[in-house]
């Protein structure tokens, strides 16, 4: 697609329910990323996928986080047994082969998930 | 290891010049300058590597001191469009492949 596109653009869920958060990357893309980004803060990195392997899954919070990529494509980030502190928008980000070569990322509008 | 960005918010009239800075207490291979609207994802800005490459916004400059570890963004005759929260993402080494972003600057431009 032309861009990052992410699904749903909006969750609202009870705690203690699972959630599933999908992201579907720019054509072409190895790389792909998700971030965390609470109200008023930063981006929080959680994961990266390189293909579908993820060198780097240093930022998940808790193991009630995961994430997993297939196909080299789409990525779906799960978290389990929510928590009021999981509310957040949850952006994906791709970018072509990774920023180490001085390639942008490139996010999508984000995952809104509130937890009640 | 999170960068620091300074200020954290700033309010400008339309035509005035701004500085960002962004700073790290660790070597840095490059800086990724993002600007983020209310509600919308973050924008790619501009890259500068280590080296002196940059690669970017044609209205937007930046600078990055590989010494001194801190990178600044120059908005110069700002524009009400350029309203947003400034984020900075830092690379430690190539092929740490992920970016870490600083704490944000909001700048407010009014009329």
């Known amino acids: 697609g032309a861009g990052v596109s992410q699904s749903p653009s909006n969750k609202v869920t009870e705690k203690g329910k699972d959630v599933e958060l999908r992201c579907d990357p720019i054509?072409?893309?190895?790389?792909l990323y998700w971030y965390r980004q609470s109200l008023g803060q930063g981006l929080e990195f959680l994961i990266y996928f390189q293909g579908n392997s993820a060198p780097d899954k240093s930022g998940l919070p808790s193991d009630r986080f995961s994430a997993e990529r297939t196909g080299g494509s789409v990525s779906t980030l799960t978290i389990q047994r929510t928590q009021q502190e999981d509310s957040a928008v949850y952006l994906c980000?791709?970018?072509?082969?990774?920023?180490?070569?001085?390639?942008?990322?490139?996010f999508g509008e984000g995952s809104w998930l509130t937890v009640v | 290891q999170q960068p620091v960005q300074s200020p954290q918010a700033v309010i400008l009239r339309e035509g005035e010049d701004a500085v960002i800075n962004c700073s790290s207490s660790k070597a840095l291979y490059s800086v990724h300058w993002y600007r983020q609207k209310h509600g919308e994802a973050p924008v790619f800005l501009m890259i500068?590597?280590?080296?002196?490459e940059q690669k970017g916004h044609e209205k937007i400059s930046a600078s990055f001191n590989e010494k001194k570890q801190q990178s600044s963004l120059y908005l110069t005759a700002s524009q009400l469009s350029y309203s947003g929260t400034y984020f900075c993402?830092?690379?430690?080494?190539?092929?740490?492949?992920?970016?870490?972003f600083g704490t944000g600057t909001r700048l407010t431009i009014i009329p």
């Open positions: 993402g830092t690379e430690r080494n190539f092929g740490n492949e992920k970016l870490t």
């Open positions: 980000a791709s970018s072509l082969r990774g920023t180490g070569l001085g390639n942008t990322i490139y």
């Open positions: 054509s072409g893309h190895t790389a």
């Open positions: 500068l590597l280590k080296g002196g």
